[in-house]
């Protein structure tokens, strides 16, 4: 039986031994974290900017679980509250750090896309963290610590000059780095296909990354391929590369979203959460409704003593 | 020094004067000059000189007259021949006028304060190869020229101030700080004056108003030590003889203040006669050292017609000043009905901290009663 | 450690004993590898001593720098050579939006400590993309030491302080000055060493005998031109110039100004730059000396600016000479002054 939660209560992330139902947790309550997340900025309880990762959690928790967390590094981009969710479950801390809080992760001074705990990192500028990681790499393959660093970043991102160059220093000095590539096939309003000529996973291939792609969808499937990587990183000392398609449900940031509603109305029909949960069975009902208490609670606590909910 | 040249330096009068200043030159720049005979006047804050050739030979000037120095700074040249004068002359150029020669360059502020005091640049002495604002202020303040007012465009630059304007300048802010002054206005009586002028007048004798005042004090102020004396750091001290000193202005506009001496001893003839060659000597320039200075007390007239009175200050070291207004006619009762009588007002400034009022209307009424003895 | 005779020997024995002191200190550049030994041969030597820890990079200057970023951050300690300071801008983002940010955005939960090594200034006739000193944009960037050596004081010593230093140093190193001999302060003025918590790497005071009628402000390349400049000044002019050498261009030694000025306050201030004085460090002196001598309430003082004229630099020397600055410019800009 689990305990009941309070607003400052850790999420239970999952490794590769996880049941799939602690699996479908961690992604119900990115979604509904996602999902609060929005609402609190339409109603004006919330400044500044997000970047929501609607669609894409299930990666997030597949990718997450593959890799060893008392070693391994993460460096992330700025839609990385699924990413930062599921590597540390500090729901809480989060949700302060956007609001602002000193109790934030940053102590409110990073914000949505500025994070730090442990050996996770996050920053804003597109194609800057991927550069970054390949540095965490070489640090950590000089100190001899066997650890992986998980470099998340988007299609559009290919965009940078900065990816080319880090993927080309990884393949040169053989560093342990998985490149995760979630591809939306949307970069902002552009969809990709009008931004990246010739092919995504061409774009590994050419400095000789192994490349694996997989649907995003499958929980199964994501969390093999990762593992795979993550493993033959670690084994082989060279990067390794990993797309996930899947579908941004959500706006770029907040309001921006110019896809047609029919194309929308698609997507959420493929909801990857929603295919995750009809495979966790009975208990998902009781997940869902220990994932909204614990996101009021989480609320009312970080709202408590900035405004009048 | 070659035998045949000679160099007049800027010489030292006193402990205390490190700059003397040229007045003028005694014999113009080319000119003939002999061993001995006066070439230049110079003068410091306390006393002033002429200076001699001590060859004789051709004279060649190196400053205008006017110059401010230092002590011991070049200001003429005598040679035995015109070639001499001009060698020595050369040998001294750097010395006179460094910043002659080619012109040297200016900064921008050197020039806008030059620009400003009307000050040209070749004049000014420059501390490095290029004459630098400080330079050019500095040579504003050798030239006594101060700052803050003559930056207004509205105020235009006529000239210096004259080295005589600056003497009586500094004696009269002198005078003034040596003690408090107040003025007392007094009728004078001139009947008695008038009848003495006229008496003269018949032996075929000029005697002047002023040189009856003077009689007038030379037999008044023996009695009134107070007003001949002086006080300087607690002490009093009092001027042994009875020197009175007057007022004359020259032509050009020069207030002097020649002094008769000892004219409580001199008949109204001796006095007058003093007066004249005095008064002649100042409208000249030639006042001799000992015609001026040493005076306890001063007179100064004014002719104009109409100034009812007037007040003057006096000078260092003298604790009194008469000064009189024009003569004018006044309606008096008399035993014979109304008549005219000429009166003038007297001023006497004094200081107050030697003597008092009081002391110094009995004197007035003493002074009256010793020019019009009738009246009394 | 004996005295090296040049600069460039100088910061070549620095780096060697910083790689051989600590071992997370790691060297990233291009060329930088033996036998060649780098562009300007800063780095002769090392991949020879210290194999394993000189890398030769692709050319990628934002690679380069995220990469040193994204070890620093795990604990390396990276010396990073940009070959010439004309590249920056290939790395800015890279500096400016992660390097400097990192500690503050993290609250303080990490540290950067990465040195960018690079050297600026023309006189070599390379031309306009090969001669700038774009350090002047890269002042005022939070989180960012800029730091730059100078014959007069120990270069080797000033680039192991950067090392040593956790946050991220650009080190701003001068092409001619690389051959310049290493000097002693002039036996004609009192040499002060300024450096205090607030402002740690050192600022050379040089102050004259006698009172002093103004200070000339220099950083690096400038140094010999400004000492020629306030030697000619004494010599023609009578003009007893202090000389203020910095080596902590950003953030800005305003502790270093405070005690110079409160040992006297100079009646001129001329500042000396190779860039292009408009928006630059030398405007940056002038409006903190300006503040302190406002709230000390002292006399006032005429400022001016030699600096480069607003121009790329030309490649012909007459005309590279036309637009850097000179020791005549310095000398008309002092006179301008008084």
């Known amino acids: 039986m689990t305990p009941p939660a309070t607003a400052h209560a850790r999420l239970a992330v999952t490794d590769r031994t996880s049941r799939l139902a602690d699996h479908y947790r961690v992604a119900a309550t990115i979604r509904r974290f996602e999902q609060m997340l929005l609402d609190q900025f339409a109603r004006g309880h919330v400044a500044g900017t997000t970047h929501t990762c609607i669609g894409q959690e299930v990666a997030a928790v597949a990718v997450t679980a593959a890799l060893d967390r008392t070693r391994d590094c993460v460096f992330s981009n700025h839609r990385g509250h699924g990413h930062f969710l599921a590597y540390c479950g500090e729901v809480f801390p989060l949700l302060a750090e956007i609001l602002g809080r000193p109790d934030g992760v940053c102590g409110g001074r990073g914000g949505s896309q500025h994070l730090h705990l442990r050996n996770f990192y996050s920053n804003g500028i597109q194609g800057g963290t991927v550069g970054n990681a390949v540095g965490v790499a070489l640090a950590e393959k000089t100190k001899r610590s066997g650890t992986v660093t998980c470099a998340w970043l988007g299609d559009g991102t290919f965009g940078e000059g900065l990816v080319y160059e880090a993927m080309n220093t990884a393949a ?45 969808a499958d929980f199964a499937e994501l969390l093999a391929a990762a593992s795979r990587a993550v493993d033959a990183a670690r084994a082989e000392a060279r990067p390794h590369a990993l797309v996930s398609h899947a579908v941004r449900l959500g706006p770029h940031s907040k309001g921006d979203d110019t896809r047609p509603a029919a194309l929308l109305e698609a997507a959420w029909a493929g909801d990857p959460v929603a295919r995750l949960r009809g495979q966790v069975g009975d208990a998902a009902d009781r997940i869902d409704r220990e994932v909204a208490d614990l996101m009021a609670l989480v609320l009312a606590a970080a709202l408590a003593g900035i405004g009048s909910p | 020094m070659p035998e045949n040249a000679w160099l007049l330096r800027a010489p030292r009068l006193n402990a205390n004067d490190d700059r003397v200043t040229l007045t003028r030159w005694l014999a113009a720049d080319g000119a003939a000059v002999a061993a001995g005979q006066p070439i230049a006047e110079i003068e410091t804050e306390k006393a002033t000189a002429e200076l001699a050739a001590e060859i004789g030979g051709t004279l060649l000037h190196a400053v205008p007259a006017g110059t401010d120095l230092p002590v011991g700074a070049p200001l003429g040249f005598v040679g035995t021949t015109r070639a001499a004068a001009e060698e020595i002359r050369r040998g001294h150029a750097q010395v006179l006028a460094p910043g002659k020669g080619p012109r040297r360059s200016a900064t921008a502020k050197a020039q806008a304060l030059a620009a400003a005091r009307n000050v040209a640049l ?129 032509p050009a506009g020069e207030l002097h203040a020649p002094v008769v001496r000892q004219v409580d001893r001199l008949q109204p003839d001796a006095i007058a006669r003093e007066c004249a060659r005095l008064a002649k000597a ?95 | 450690m004996t005295r090296e005779t040049t600069v460039l020997a100088s910061l070549n024995a620095g780096l060697s004993a910083a790689l051989a002191a600590d071992d997370r200190v790691i060297v990233l550049g291009e060329d930088v590898l033996d036998p060649y030994g780098g562009a300007f041969k800063v780095t002769r030597g090392l991949s ?42 290939l790395a800015g983002d890279q500096i400016v939006n992660h390097a400097a940010k990192y500690r503050a955005m993290f609250n303080d939960q990490v540290r950067v400590p990465l040195v960018i090594r690079t050297p600026a200034g023309g006189r070599r006739g390379y031309g306009p993309t090969h001669s700038q000193s774009l350090e002047k944009h890269f002042l005022g960037v939070p989180g960012l030491w800029v730091v730059a050596p100078h014959a007069l004081a120990d270069p080797g010593a000033l680039l ?48 004259p005998r006698g009172p002093a009628d103004g200070l000339l402000l220099c950083y690096g390349g400038m140094t010999g031109a400004t000492l020629t400049a306030a030697a000619t000044l004494r010599a023609t002019e009578r003009l007893d110039l202090g000389l203020v050498i910095v080596s902590q261009l950003a953030p800005t030694p305003a502790t270093h100004l405070e005690a110079i000025l409160a040992k006297g306050a100079p009646t001129a201030v001329v500042t000396v730059e190779e860039a292009p004085s408009e928006g630059g460090w030398g405007a940056e002196m002038i409006a903190t000396i300006e503040r302190i001598r406002d709230s000390r309430r002292l006399g006032a003082i005429a400022y001016r600016r030699v600096g480069a004229k607003s121009a790329p630099i030309p490649s012909a020397r007459a005309l590279e000479d036309a637009v850097l600055p000179q020791v005549d410019d310095i000398v008309a800009a002092v006179l301008d002054c008084f």
């Open chain 1, 172 to 216: 040169l000095w053989r560093l342990p780095v998985v490149f995760v590539i979630e591809a939306n096939g949307i970069a902002q309003t552009t969809p990709t296909a009008t931004q990246l000529a010739g092919s995504l996973a061409a774009r590994c291939a050419v400095f000789d990354i192994p490349v694996a792609e997989t649907s995003g």
């Open chain 2, 122 to 250: 070749d004049d000014v002495r420059a501390s490095g190869a290029t004459i630098k604002e400080q330079d050019v202020a500095r040579h504003l303040a050798e030239r006594g020229a101060g700052g803050g007012m003559t930056d207004d465009p509205r105020l235009v630059a006529v000239g210096d101030v004259s080295p005589h304007q600056r003497r009586v300048a500094r004696d009269l802010r002198q005078a003034a700080q040596a003690g408090v002054f107040t003025t007392l206005a007094y009728r004078l009586d001139l009947r008695g004056p008038e009848r003495m002028i006229a008496a003269e007048l018949a032996k075929g004798r000029a005697l002047s108003l002023l040189a009856v005042l003077l009689w007038g004090l030379g037999r008044t102020l023996p009695a009134f030590p107070d007003i001949v004396s002086v006080v300087e750091r607690g002490r009093i001290f009092r001027h042994r003889d009875i020197d009175v000193a007057f007022a004359a202005r020259s």
């Open chain 2, 282 to 376: 100042a409208m000249r320039g030639k006042l001799d050292a000992r015609d001026v200075g040493g005076a306890c007390f001063t007179v100064s007239l004014i002719a104009t017609p109409n100034v009812a009175a007037f007040v003057a200050l006096p000078p260092p070291l003298q604790t009194a000043i008469l000064a009189l207004g024009a003569a004018r006619q006044e309606i008096a009762s008399t035993a014979t009905g109304p008549a005219a009588q000429p009166v003038a007002t007297a001023t006497v400034t004094y200081n107050h901290t030697v003597c008092d009022g009081v002391t110094i209307a009995e004197f007035c009424a003493a002074l009256d009663r010793v020019l019009n003895p009738e009246s009394a």
């Open chain 3, 48 to 89: 020879t001593r210290f194999p394993d820890r000189v890398l030769a990079t692709p050319i990628s200057e934002a690679g380069i720098v995220a990469v040193a970023t994204g070890a620093a951050l795990r604990g390396l300690r990276p010396v990073v050579e940009i070959m010439f300071g004309d590249f920056l801008f």
């Open chain 3, 160 to 207: 192991r302080q950067a090392i040593d230093l956790d946050d991220p140093v650009l080190f701003v190193e001068n092409k001619i000055d690389y051959g310049a001999q290493l000097a002693t302060e002039p036996a004609d003025y009192a040499a002060v060493r300024l450096a205090d918590a607030a402002s740690p790497f050192p600022t050379l005071w040089l102050a």
